[in-house]
């Protein structure tokens, strides 16, 4: 795979590849376009370089006895950083570092699949930073966010939306949903808003009083086409 855009800019996306189940190369290669730094956390190295991806930063507790200096040799500089604290994730760490260097907007993939504890843990990170950046997390099938109190955008008929509570939600108003909520709550593990759709092509808006709402667009994707 060809290397990612060169442009380095804080505010252009950052990307993160976590060690989830692997995308599609359609996908990755459109992530990589527009996202000119590029972090792989360490459990995804080896996978990563196999698809001759250009690596910016290198993150993670490196507990698996890899050697990131040498397997890194050929892609010089790749900033490479050692964290092993134990109490955060190494996702939380390194969204925690990008902020740190003022992105405002970072997209991770490889985060779900596998194991579902890592899985419902990635998804449930991005609700911590919600506040400092904007952060998406795709797969093939999906692409997460956390939503701002106040949210409309442009969908085509039919396009499923799932609204997921972190938490309980107070105060949701929808319009342009096939199932719509006026001043309704939702609560993991009570009542969630899975598998809504559009109703014709329009602006969604969703709006919230209180809590963390994932805005989830989901596909089912058909392999064989």
């Not at 990635?122 to 795709?138: K, Q």
């Not at 009542?191 to 596909?219: A, F, P």
Request: net charge negative.
């Amino acid at each position: 795979m060809s290397s990612h855009h060169i442009v380095r800019d804080t505010q252009e996306p950052a990307l993160i590849i976590a060690n989830g189940e692997a995308c599609s190369y359609e996908l990755l290669s459109q992530l990589l376009e527009w996202n000119p730094v590029v972090m792989v956390l360490d459990g995804a190295l080896e996978r990563v370089l196999r698809l001759g991806i250009k690596i910016d930063i290198v993150l993670g507790d490196f507990d698996r006895q890899i050697d990131p200096y040498s397997m890194l040799e050929h892609q010089y500089p790749v900033e490479i950083i050692h964290t092993p604290d134990q109490d955060q994730t190494d996702l939380e760490k390194g969204i925690a570092l990008l902020l740190s260097r003022e992105h405002k907007a970072i997209n991770i993939v490889w985060a779900t699949g596998r194991r579902a504890d890592h899985t419902f843990t990635n998804i449930t990170t991005i609700v911590r930073f919600s506040a400092d950046a904007i952060l998406v997390m795709y797969d093939d099938y999906s692409k997460i966010f956390c939503l701002p109190k106040k949210y409309d955008k442009w969908y085509p008929a039919g396009t499923p939306i799932s609204l997921i509570p972190v938490g309980a939600v107070h105060g949701i108003f929808t319009e342009g949903l096939k199932f719509n909520l006026s001043n309704e709550s939702l609560e993991t593990g009570v009542r969630t808003g899975s598998s809504n759709e559009t109703i014709t092509d329009g602006t969604v808006k969703i709006n919230h009083e209180s809590g963390h709402l994932l805005l989830m667009e989901c596909t089912d994707r058909d392999d064989n086409t």
